[in-house]
């Protein structure tokens, strides 16, 4: 048995599932503190089901609290960045570009060395030993704890970050140290800034999964915990100490993940209504189709790999207003007081629910409260809210084709039977609780990305070992190598270079072994 | 004569990259080295074309190699400046101002931090209208002008004066030797005077991708970005809808591909192919060409405005397509013979977009 937990901002869901079946869900206000509404959730699952906690073999969590962190710029740890690429690189420091805020409060400790490779492997110049037994006495000096190491096109030839790492420890072996190839993709500047993020949470991860083992052995639970990623896979308890930063996007990832699971379908929209917005997702092949343009994070560039998502700002909560003639929903939201201040709770704010309910969407709360509201606003905001939602829907669409989609969350009453170019509209039983359902689900994924050149070896043997890459580091994260299979491979030609030089990467994934 | 600040900066790099076609490479870089050389230097001076004396020397400064490589190997602070001192010394004389060859993509930006550390100024003016894949393609090209004698150098202190027969050769030679380099040299070329600055350049370029940059962030039609970029880069909407199949292969050292986009809106039912390489160069609606080099094909996102480049390209975004009408210049015979479809191995004449039946 496995236990999925997803950890939003509002509320904490949990689910108990057996092979493919919820054995029993909860849900329950997010506290403060980060394992408050977890304990909640997991005792009262074990007392409605009475399972012995030693049939569970794992516990899968899904949280946001680290990105909460960066963008509230709290509990971040000073950074030590060092960057291999001298005499190249300098005309853009580490950190350029990035708000002040942030910079100060991981301080503003940026060294350049040399070292670094050009595009086809080739250093830019050798690494300087005495170079970076200087920085790392410097950085003893201050006191810096945590180093993030990045080095030009490194995800072509991760040596030289290894390499600087161990003269690094060497001097300073108290810090951690987080290589920028095992976090990000070609794109210095992002891939950097991703390491440089990941390593000012490195204290705020170990605290979080600490207090995590205590909330289990409390409840003696023995079994270990896994954290959901990004791209819906999973990272051990080790991983997840040491890559926070792969965290950041699980949430949206982990309600189309269950979304999918419920419906028993691998390509659909999912589409997640909560309270003050909403987020269309697209999922091919089980998986949430990602973005490849750099993002921005609590103001930082970077390439992370995250979900492509469309927002709209539509939700349950969201405030209805109509001066007799316009009707506006959003973006203002009676968010986490929608119990309280909708009218069908008996509040005085007319929200997106109220009309699910006035319209006969939804049965919720007081009827009458709604019924003295004009036919005509009822009708034009049933309309906007299906028209603002087939937008994010269509958008989400790769072909003309009709497609099926998946609706989950709270928000789901808003919904009616159909939307225009979407051949099927399904909202599954559990899906409160899909988010949780997600985290429970993942599987231990492992990805490459390098650039080849076709001349020097062919293509046919450069996806062989993209592929064989890929397929060792799932293995190594903990896949079932039975299991396994790769969903993405995706080539990519440089353009100015001769020698058919190609980008290639490919990810593969597999269940956790023993889990079911 | 006028002076670029931080906020002209980064309008010019915003209306850089609208004005690429999918070219030119990613702004981000260039535009924060600019932004932190006003920062240290102060202001730049940006000359209007008639400001430049006849005799002036003007040089042109222009990054090489390819945008993969640009995001990732990454400049040495002084390696543009040591390219140009290199061509000043072997051409003994100093420059008296200089200019970006590309106004589409980042080297909008390469000359700009270099006039900031040198007190250069930077003349309002290119030599491609938007962005181009070769050296020899290029306003001066038509008009008989060399691009060489040219310096090329590299982070390391490498570097060579390249001196050929003509343009193309320019070119061949410069790519080899930029591919030596690790595919990333800082290059100046085409020493030319005032004089000939005046004839043969594409004016008004740089303070007119500034005007575009502003009026994407401060325009009342920000809320229609589509709309209000049809105004400002007087583009016209070819097509609305999603990218769908894309296909990349290699070729001879450059990445080729090509696109469809199915449409939505008034041109359901339709379908737009698009061809590229380093930037858009030809579409057709349903068989039909409808519009190719070297008017400027841009693919922009439709809910933001945002230029989307050739690599960017995916699956799924939603677009719209804009033709911008080149520069007179690209219009001519020589001009074709430099960009035209057959420059790119296009088998067919050049109609200017507005003149094609669709």
């Known amino acids: 048995m496995r236990i999925g937990i997803d950890v939003g901002g509002t509320h904490t869901d949990a689910v108990l599932m057996e092979h493919a079946t919820v054995l029993a869900s909860y849900k329950t206000p997010t506290t403060p503190s980060i394992t408050g509404g977890i304990s909640t959730a997991l005792r009262s699952m074990l007392q409605q089901t009475r399972v012995n906690t030693s049939e569970i073999h794992a516990v899968m969590i899904g949280t946001t609290h680290c990105l909460n962190a960066l963008i509230e710029r709290r509990d971040l740890m000073p950074v030590g960045v060092v960057r291999l690429g001298l005499p190249s690189t300098s005309s853009f420091p580490p950190m350029t570009g990035w708000p002040s805020d942030l910079r100060e409060a991981i301080g503003n400790h940026v060294y350049m060395a040399h070292g670094g490779y050009e595009f086809r492997g080739r250093p830019i110049s050798a690494l300087d030993p005495n170079e970076l037994r200087g920085i790392a006495r410097d950085m003893r000096n201050k006191g810096i704890r945590s180093v993030a190491i990045s080095a030009v096109f490194s995800p072509i030839n991760t040596d ?24 990000g993709r070609i794109g210095l500047i992002e891939r950097e800034n991703a390491a440089i993020i990941n390593a000012c949470l490195l204290d705020l991860a170990h605290d979080m999964m600490h207090s995590f083992q205590q909330a289990l052995s409390e409840l003696s639970i023995q079994a270990p915990i896994y954290i959901s990623q990004n791209d819906g896979t999973l990272m051990n308890d080790e991983a997840a100490e040491r890559y926070p930063v792969l965290t950041f996007a699980c949430g949206p990832t982990n309600s189309m993940r269950g979304g999918a699971f419920l419906s028993g379908l691998t390509d659909a929209i999912v589409m997640d209504i909560g309270g003050t917005t909403s987020d269309a997702g697209l999922l091919l092949r089980g998986f949430p189709h990602e973005t490849s343009a750099p993002t921005e994070i609590g103001g930082v560039r970077n390439n992370l790999r995250m979900p492509n998502v469309y927002s709209i700002p539509l939700g349950g909560g969201s405030i209805v207003e109509y ?66 939602i087939a937008y994010a829907v269509d958008s989400m669409r790769m072909s003309p084709e009709p497609v099926p989609a998946i609706i989950v969350g709270g928000g789901s009453i808003l919904i009616q039977d159909r939307l225009p170019g979407i051949t099927e509209i399904i909202i599954p039983d559990q899906y409160a609780v899909a988010n949780a359902i997600g985290a429970a689900i993942a599987q231990m994924g492992g990805e490459t990305d390098r650039i080849f050149s076709f001349s020097q070896i062919p293509r046919e043997e450069a996806l062989k070992e993209a592929r064989q890459e890929a397929i060792s580091r799932a293995i190594n994260a903990g896949a079932d190598p039975s299991t396994i299979r790769v969903t993405e491979v995706e080539e990519i030609p440089l353009s100015y270079v001769p020698g058919n030089t190609t980008r290639i990467r490919v990810k593969a994934v597999g269940d956790l072994g023993r889990v079911w | ?71 990732e190997h990454l400049f040495a602070k002084d390696t543009h400046a040591n390219a140009l001192h290199f061509l000043e010394e072997h051409l003994g ?23 900031a550390s040198e007190g250069l100024p930077v003349v309002d003016a290119d030599a491609m209208g938007r962005a181009l894949p070769e050296l020899q393609m ?19 202190g490498n570097r060579c004066i390249i001196d050929t027969v003509n343009n193309y050769w320019v070119e061949q030679f410069a790519r080899s030797i930029t591919t030596d380099m690790g595919a990333r040299a800082a290059t100046a070329l085409y020493p030319l005077s005032g004089k000939q600055i005046k004839q043969a350049a594409i004016r008004d370029t740089i303070s007119q991708a500034m005007a575009i940059g502003k009026a994407m962030q401060t325009s009342h039609l920000k809320q229609q970005p589509i709309r209000l970029l049809q105004e400002i880069l007087h583009g016209h909407v070819l097509f609305e809808g999603k990218v769908l199949d894309i296909q990349r292969y290699s070729d001879v050292g450059f990445a080729r591909g090509s696109a469809s986009i199915s449409g939505v809106g008034p041109y359901q039912g339709q379908t737009l192919e698009l061809k590229f390489q380093n930037e858009y160069l030809l579409t057709q609606i349903d068989s039909k060409i409808c519009a190719t080099v070297p008017d400027t094909i841009g693919i922009f996102d439709q809910r933001s405005g945002s230029a989307i480049s050739v690599e960017e390209l995916r699956y799924g975004f939603r677009v719209t397509v804009l033709v911008i009408p080149a520069p007179p210049v690209w219009r001519t015979p020589e001009g074709l013979a430099l960009v035209g479809p057959r420059a790119f191995g296009y088998d067919m004449e050049y109609v200017p977009f507005e003149q094609q039946e669709s």
């Open chain 1, 323 to 388: 001066d007799g003639n316009e009707v506006r929903i959003g973006p203002r939201s009676v968010g986490y007081e929608l119990t309280k201040r909708a009218l069908v709770f008996g509040g005085d704010t007319l929200t997106a629910t109220d009309i699910a309910v006035a319209a006969g969407l939804a049965d919720l709360g007081n009827r009458n409260a709604v019924a003295h509201l004009p036919a005509n606003l009822v009708k034009r905001a049933v309309d906007t809210i299906q028209m603002q």
């Open chain 1, 160 to 183: 030289i970050e290894l390499k600087a790492a161990e003269i690094i420890r060497d001097e300073l072996p108290e810090a951690r140290i987080t290589l920028s190839h095992e976090i």
């Open chain 2, 93 to 115: 004389r100093k420059a008296d101002a200089i200019m970006s060859l590309e106004v589409g993509g980042a080297n909008a930006l390469t000359p700009l931090p270099v006039a």
């Open chain 2, 138 to 156: 290029t306003s001066f090209s038509v008009y008989g002008l060399s691009a060489a004698p040219m310096a090329l150098h590299d982070d390391n």
């Open chain 2, 1 to 71: 004569m006028r002076l670029i600040d931080e906020e002209d900066i980064k309008h010019l790099a915003l209306g850089a990259a609208l004005l690429s076609g999918g070219g030119g490479g990613s702004t981000y870089a260039t535009l924060h080295q600019s932004l932190e050389a006003v920062r240290r230097h102060g202001p730049i001076k940006l000359l209007n074309i008639d400001e430049l004396d006849d005799d002036a020397l003007v040089i042109s400064l222009c990054g090489m190699g390819a945008p993969t490589v640009a995001i």
